[in-house]
């Protein structure tokens, strides 16, 4: 559903403000990120950095001071641990300098966009839900954030307060009908 438009000051598509300009598609690298998931990402890199790294760096040494290092398993251990989190410090590195924060404005939209609260209202069971569509880096099931580019999420960019959609879902096909967005 996404185009290859670039985004001035605002975009068709979502009604929103970029941080910045570029492309928005994902095939250029960009990450589609709220603040709040931006500042998370760059709390858990800062937390990787001054924690676990440290910490970690003390634990071979410990393991070190043990002797020797052809048979001893605390030093591996220690080793592969560093060899995880210096991946997970590239990873949330990478995630940051391709995230392109947007400033969500919902208000001013007549159809579903990144960032809106949607309620919808499952049509065979007659209950109702409410998501929040996000980035895939905002993604958080607990709270019903759902990635823009999840099948429920696809389905309902685009679309308009009473609009009715029939979306596949790895538990079978649901027919959901838009009764509120903001």
Not at 124 to 134: C, P, Q, R, S
Not at 153 to 165: A, H, I, L
């Amino acid at each position: 559903v996404l185009d290859d438009r670039v985004l001035k000051n605002t975009s068709p598509l979502c009604g929103c403000r970029p941080a910045r300009t570029f492309p928005f598609h994902m095939s250029n690298g960009s990450i589609p990120i709220t603040r709040e998931g931006y500042d998370k990402l760059v709390a858990d890199l800062k937390h990787y950095k001054t924690v676990e790294r440290p910490t970690i760096i003390l634990a071979i040494q410990e393991a070190r001071a043990q002797g020797d290092l052809s048979e001893n398993a605390e030093y591996d251990a220690a080793k592969e641990k560093q060899g995880k989190i210096e991946d997970k410090i590239s990873y949330l590195e990478d995630k940051i300098a391709r995230a392109h924060i947007i400033e969500v404005d919902t208000a001013g939209s007549e159809t579903v966009i990144f960032g809106a609260t949607v309620t919808v209202l499952d049509n065979a069971n007659g209950k109702t839900m409410e998501y929040v569509l996000v980035g895939p880096e905002d993604v958080d099931v607990l709270r019903n954030r759902i990635s823009i580019h999840s099948p429920i999420g696809k389905s309902m960019v685009g679309k308009r307060k009473g609009d009715s959609v029939e979306v596949t879902t790895p538990r079978g096909t649901k027919s959901l009908t838009i009764q509120a967005f903001h």
